[in-house]
């Protein structure tokens, strides 16, 4: 949510902090602005929507200098309008920020008793107003942010910058996350090592609480109690390529075309050549594990419930999943036996990393599954377990889904063999199996004419229904959530079973239903389900290999043919019609794809 940036640079910063929002800009899009100061001044720039709003705002009105702070807003306080646009500026102050200032209100009633009028609705300006304040009660820029920060409630990370002050950025960091990056002569914060991975790869994270003081000579970080501390510079290696379409029309696509790569390599680092399962030290033993509780949001959460059935199947562990925002606040107990597992991709969603602090100190180890592992979750985690996907940029998950879901069933696979659910030999068989996917979701990719087809169709719907049974239940659900998150058509997931029960009144000749059927135990249960809705006209897209196309295509609308696997790992394999089936709809439909509307790719607020 709100990505920013910020340059102490020896270039003119525009164009590199315009480069940089660039890349942060699937943190959201509702507005785009920057700061800079010239000859001791500070100005701004400000545009409502994409980026490109902002580039063209600045070729007919350049703004020079070679400090400055840049923002792109996805919208919390207020509407997405140029006023509520950052960088908020008071006087001698402007200010970037990523978070929600929660004792905002008060803090703004405060400051309007004292004659303080606000230009904008956002929590924002107050930090700008209160800095101004403090500046204004003679104290010198570095105080004067100081003791502000310590009057803030909430999440955040902030870079301040200052009129007069070409060499100092002030830059903090609570609840949201904040790089600090090392050039020669020069030195950047940016929301994450992708904003300045072009810009330098020696990268110092800030802790939580942490503030600090940048000049081009370097930088003096502080803690929550103001003590001078130090935090480590890391080299990372991001590879700019990477964050590159590399000649697809979309970030989504190209990420959904890496899935064999990426997967090929998640498994690499986890398995080993003689079939054995190689993970971190520092895992639980699961024998003495009773319960396994899996917490996530979206389809991170959807991942988990995959897995659930792995862990329940294979293992015999009891798995207790819920989505984060529900499972900080419900209060769940939790025994020292019990293990809990983060999973999240960018290891920063806010409420995912709140639930892992309810439960860190009660439950017997704290586990995550992440992509990003300098990310919070990770490194909060007593084990973290890399998913190796490599920097997804859509904002709609596809290759991080799937490397989740390999990660999670090695995990499973583990826990199996310690609970003596599953001989050494069994083991074996698995991962054979699992060693397979990457080839199998490649030859799935193949569908992609086929589904470009019955995309044109599906754009022309206002509900779909998805159906699964068994592990192609969550699957269902993230189909849905696939589908109506990129192309806007409605859609909803459901366990085949459950249809009958009231969600089969939805069904006509206008609402196709989508069924996820491999041949697996549970097929001819889900092709009865799937009768019942081709008995009330219901138009139905059949995903299925090709001995089931043979037992169950009769009477559909079309069927998708994928290729014939271990049924346990289906679900990996049949995220690919899942995902392209969306993907190619909101193509039809003409939709912002990577940056659909009213969402961003890394939620750091509640
Ligand atoms: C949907 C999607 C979101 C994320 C969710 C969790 O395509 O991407 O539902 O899965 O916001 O994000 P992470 O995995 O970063 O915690």
């Known amino acids: 949510m709100c990505g920013i940036i910020g340059v102490l640079g020896s270039h003119q910063a525009a164009p590199i902090m315009v480069d940089a929002l660039r890349r942060l800009e699937y943190r959201g899009y509702d507005s785009a602005g920057i700061a800079t100061i010239h000859e001791g001044a500070l100005d701004r720039r400000r545009a409502v929507g994409k980026l490109v709003n902002l580039s063209d705002l600045l070729v007919e009105n350049p703004l020079a200098g070679r400090s400055g702070i840049g923002h792109t807003r996805w919208a919390t306080h207020g509407a997405p309008n140029v006023a509520n646009a950052h960088p908020h500026q008071s006087g001698s102050v402007a200010v970037v920020h990523n978070g929600i200032i929660e004792n905002f209100r008060d803090l703004r009633k405060e400051l309007g008793k004292n004659g303080v009028n606000f230009e904008s609705d956002t929590d924002t300006e107050t930090i700008a107003q209160l800095i101004a304040r403090e500046l204004k009660a003679g104290k010198a820029p570095v105080d004067a942010a100081r003791d502000s920060i310590a009057q803030l409630e909430g999440a955040f990370a902030l870079a301040i910058l200052f009129d007069g002050e070409e060499d100092l950025l002030i830059a903090a960091r609570r609840g949201s996350p904040l790089a600090v990056g090392h050039g020669d002569g020069e030195m950047y914060v ?188 990770a490194r909060e985690s007593s084990v973290a377990l890399p998913i190796y996907a490599g920097v997804e940029v859509g904002v709609a998950s596809t290759k991080a889904f799937t490397c989740q879901l390999a990660v999670l069933a090695i995990l499973a696979l583990r826990a199996a063999q310690q609970r003596g659910c599953l001989t050494d030999a069994e083991v074996a068989k698995h991962v054979d199996a699992l060693r397979t996917v990457p080839g199998l979701v490649n030859l799935a990719l193949g569908i992609e004419p086929s589904v470009e087809r019955l995309a044109n169709e599906l754009a022309k719907a206002r509900d779909i229904l998805f159906l699964g049974r068994g592990a192609m239940f969550p699957l269902a659900l993230e189909g849905a959530l696939k589908l109506k998150e990129i192309s806007y058509i409605h859609a909803e997931g459901y366990a085949s079973g459950e249809l009958k029960h009231g969600p089969i009144a939805l069904v006509d000749e206008d609402v196709p239903v989508i069924v996820f059927a491999p041949t697996d135990p549970l097929f001819d249960k889900t092709v009865s389900n799937m009768q019942e809705v081709m008995a009330r006209s219901g138009k139905v897209l059949l995903v299925t290999d090709a001995t089931g196309a043979e037992r169950a295509r009769e009477g559909t609308w079309d069927t998708l043919v994928m290729p014939e696997c271990d049924p346990v790992f289906a679900p990996i394999i049949y995220a690919i019609p899942a995902q392209m089936l969306a993907y190619y709809t909101a193509l039809a439909k003409g939709t912002d794809v990577d940056q659909p509307r009213n969402l961003a790719k890394s939620v750091t607020v509640e």
Request: net charge negative; glycine share 6%; proline share 5%.
């Open 190 to 377: 940016g929301s994450d090592a992708i904003a300045l991975a072009p810009l330098t790869d020696q990268i110092t994270y800030l802790d939580e609480g942490d503030w600090c003081v940048l000049t081009r000579a370097g930088v003096e970080i502080f803690d929550v109690h103001n003590q001078p501390v130090t935090r480590i510079t890391k080299q990372i290696k991001l590879d700019s390529a990477r964050i590159e379409k590399a000649g697809h029309k979309h970030f989504m696509a190209k990420e959904i075309a890496e899935q064999p790569t990426v997967l090929a390599n998640a498994l690499a680092h986890y398995l080993n050549d003689d079939a054995s399962i190689q993970l971190p030290d520092g895992l639980p033993d699961f024998s003495a594990v009773d319960r396994l509780i899996m917490v996530a949001c979206g389809t991170a959460y959807y991942a988990c419930q995959t897995a659930k059935y792995w862990f329940e199947q294979l293992a015999g562990l009891p798995v207790e999943i819920d989505v984060a925002s529900e499972f900080r606040y419900r209060e769940p107990p939790i025994g020292s036996s019990n293990v809990a597992l983060f999973v999240s991709q960018s290891g920063e969603t806010a409420d995912t990393l709140a639930a892992l602090r309810y439960c860190s100190g009660k439950a017997s180890d704290i586990l995550s599954v992440v992509n990003v592992p300098e990310s919070s979750i």
